[in-house]
């Protein structure tokens, strides 16, 4: 007798792997801000004679040790560095400005006219602690001029980072400040210095191993206590030498001339060794939200020494900003910037009955495309009603409707989702009608189509019942003139 198989065990349902830590993924609802953010940095960049550059993700670690500082958080602690398999020490970048400058050199646009004024919108990774607004995979809108040391630049690229956020519509203010030379720098690292030893009971480990490494990063410091010690420390403007002081006064003045909204923050510090005289964070004004206060938009300043300190030529000069998109987005949020409820709203909606008008959909739908509308379908649903369903559920401005006795006439059924009047249409000129109503609707405001709904209730103008059954002999839905007043507002 055959022995009986054993049971079959049952299936293990495999684990999902999940996104890494500090990692996300944008989802299609929030697009609209991720392409609002990238057209406003496109078009402010277009106004101000940038040129678009896109950098690798990869660069050798050097580039980073060499002018990030080997010291910084950005090298010692956050950077994803690794060997590849040819053995080469390569890092996922941290940031943009040492790409730039690098690419600056290699593709030798000191032979340019100066300065070379470039931008960027790439994603940075940082293995920082995930918290809100801190990711390890972050966007940045970066703007750099390099081959100058006008102040001028310094305050053009300040002023573009104002105007991009108020384009945006988030209200921000700038807090600015000057490093000086690295040479002025020196004596106020040392009395800096002087001053925290004097407190060094107050501060906590990780500050007293910033006080070796770094003394200038205790002025960013967001220990407890630090505040009350950081007010009496002594102010780096006070130790600036004549020509940085001139420096930053210049630029102080072209940012009052163009209006920029600015305070003065004798603390503020930058977290990479590369940056000289004029210095800047943007925060927003007022945020609701408490986590949002003292969280940076985005920051950037001059960088007199990083083109000669990768063997580039002296005085080359730069000044440059990283505006973090993520939280840019965030911002945008609690400021109200929604996403218009019109551009949420897909265009056409295409609805077929029967194998020939699927087949004659598919021309129509390119039609659509070429015409610039946006146009979605639901190929995989058969019945009338269950399309219109999808068509209301996106929204739809206007529906197609395509049956057998069109597809033999050459017409097709255009109804309007608002107010469900119906009307028939030469297919060959269906573009233009739709195009035509489309454009009447978007100029529409919510209220006036809320008033024309209305008068055409009280006129008895209904709409047409969405459940059509035979849609080879549709109705014709509103009289002409009817249709006219309703198409005819805008
Ligand atoms: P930084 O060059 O470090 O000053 O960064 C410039 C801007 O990039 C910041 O003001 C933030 O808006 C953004 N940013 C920096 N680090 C992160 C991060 N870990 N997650 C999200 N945004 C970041």
Redesign the pocket.
């Known amino acids: 007798m055959p022995t009986p198989a054993a049971p079959a065990e049952p299936k293990k349902k495999s684990k999902t792997p999940e996104l890494v830590r500090?990692f996300r993924d944008v989802l299609p609802d929030e697009q609209w801000y991720w392409d609002r953010v990238e057209q406003v940095a496109a078009s402010i960049t277009k106004s101000y004679s940038f040129n678009r550059i896109r950098l690798p993700v990869l660069e050798s670690v050097a580039l980073f040790e060499r002018t990030a500082g080997k010291e910084s958080d950005?090298v010692t602690k956050?950077m994803y560095a690794f060997e590849d398999p040819g053995g080469d020490k390569v890092a996922l970048r941290p940031?943009g400005?040492a790409q730039v400058a690098r690419a600056y050199i290699e593709h030798g646009m000191v032979n340019q006219p100066q300065p070379v004024k470039l931008w960027y919108f790439e994603q940075?990774f940082?293995h920082?602690r995930?918290q809100f607004?801190?990711?390890?995979?972050?966007?940045?809108f970066g703007l750099e001029a390099l081959g100058s040391i006008d102040p001028i630049i310094d305050a053009q690229i300040m002023l573009m980072a104002h105007r991009f956020y108020r384009e945006l519509g988030v209200e921000v203010v700038l807090h600015v400040n000057s490093l000086g030379t690295p040479a002025s720098r020196k004596d106020y690292i040392a009395e800096l210095l002087n001053y925290f030893k004097q407190h060094k009971n107050k501060l906590s480990e990780l500050d007293k191993k910033r006080m070796l490494k770094n003394p200038l990063r205790l002025l960013d410091s967001k220990e407890p206590g630090m505040n009350e010690l950081k007010a009496g420390a002594p102010q780096i403007i006070d130790y600036l030498d004549a020509e940085s002081k001139a420096h930053f006064m210049k630029a102080l003045e072209y940012l009052d001339e163009a209006e920029v909204p600015y305070v003065l923050d004798p603390h503020l510090v930058?977290?990479?060794d590369y940056y000289t005289h004029s210095i800047f964070?943007?925060f927003m004004i007022n945020p609701k939200n408490d986590e949002m206060k003292g969280?940076?938009?985005?920051?950037?300043g001059r960088y007199d020494g990083l083109v000669p300190l990768l063997g580039g030529r002296e005085n080359t000069g730069g000044m440059g900003?990283?505006?973090?998109?993520?939280?840019?987005i965030l911002a945008m949020k609690q400021s109200g910037v929604f996403q218009p409820s019109e551009e949420k709203r897909v265009d056409i909606f295409f609805c077929q009955l029967g194998e020939a008008a699927r087949r004659k959909g598919l021309a129509v739908f390119e039609k659509i495309r070429v015409g610039g509308m946006s146009c979605a379908e639901a190929f995989g649903k058969g019945s009338l009603k269950a399309q219109l369903e999808v068509a209301d559920k996106l929204k739809a401005k206007m529906a197609l409707i395509l049956g057998q006795k069109e597809v033999l006439d050459g017409t097709i059924i255009v109804r309007d989702m608002d107010s469900g009047a119906q009307e028939i249409c030469d297919v060959e000129k269906v573009v233009g009608l739709l195009a035509r109503r489309v454009v009447a609707k978007n100029k529409m405001s919510l209220v006036e189509k809320t008033a024309l709904a209305a008068e055409n209730l009280e006129a008895g103008i209904l709409p047409e019942p969405v459940e059509i059954k035979k849609p080879q002999a549709p109705k014709p839905a509103a009289p002409i003139q009817k249709k006219r007043k309703l198409f005819g507002r805008h």
Do not use: K, M, N
């Open positions: 500090g950005v956050e940031e400005t940075f940082r920082d995930p607004g801190r990711y390890r995979q972050l966007q940045q930058r977290g990479l964070e943007v969280l940076a938009l985005g920051g950037g900003a990283g505006l973090g998109v993520d939280r840019t």
